[in-house]
């Protein structure tokens, strides 16, 4: 694990604005919680704001992405792994806007070398590589 330097900013209320969106969707597509929708229910995201369809399907690709993950891990698909650490952090970046310019930063770099598999920001400005 590396990390930036960058000091966490929860007092900033990110974490409660993200949960209070995710609240908005499951409001909206009328369940109890993202995790109860799955990569088939992405379609109903298209009637949502742009904003709370970007919060949700991030919620929605991750837990996929953990599933993938554990799943890779169990057949020592390391690559896999990877590919899954770097898509999840590009969701993370593009879709929940939760990362900062110095973990997309680490990422890059860490994606240029050759004994890398993938990197993602883990929280707390840290990126696991």
Partial sequence: MLHSGVERQHAGGDYNTRRSECE?????LEVASLRDLGLTDLPRLDGLPDLLARRARHVITENDRVLQAVQAFREGDLAGV?????ASHASMRDD???SVPEVDLIVEL????????GARLTGAASAEV
Avoid: T
């Fill in 96 to 98: 929940y806007e939760v």
């Fill in 110 to 117: 860490a994606r240029a070398c050759g004994d890398v598999y």
């Fill in 82 to 86: 990877g590919r899954l650490f770097l």
């Fill in 24 to 28: 908005q969707v499951c409001a909206l």
